[in-house]
């Protein structure tokens, strides 16, 4: 059964399609450590679901989906850092983002490069 979506998905979906495009413009200028994203409404703060959503229809990358989580997740008061790993280079090389917490990374053998603080 699809579930509709609720006034805080739907608002969050709407910051979240801001919040990716501002990444987006950022990453593409060379920003990192300095970025500047707008501040979800409290409207939004119970749309989780919208988020996703925007972020996997868009294919945000794993590193523009982080920071847009956790600037969302800050906001709910769910701070955390976004972790970037690689691979060792002997083996197949590779780099994935992901939210300290979060366990995808690690199980796919990342080891953590560096992280990125929320300021």
Known sequence: M???PRPADLAAAVWALCA???VRAQLAAGELRELRLPAPRRSTLG???GVKLVLL???A???EGALVRQRFGAACGDVRDVVIGVRNPAETF???AWLEGERDGEL???RVLTRVTLG
Do not use: D, E, P
């Open 2 to 4: 699809i579930r509709l």
């Open 20 to 22: 990716l495009r501002a």
């Open 47 to 49: 749309g989780r679901r």
């Open 57 to 59: 229809a868009r294919r």
């Open 61 to 63: 990358s794993c590193l």
């Open 94 to 96: 590779g780099a994935h």
């Open 108 to 110: 796919l053998g990342f």
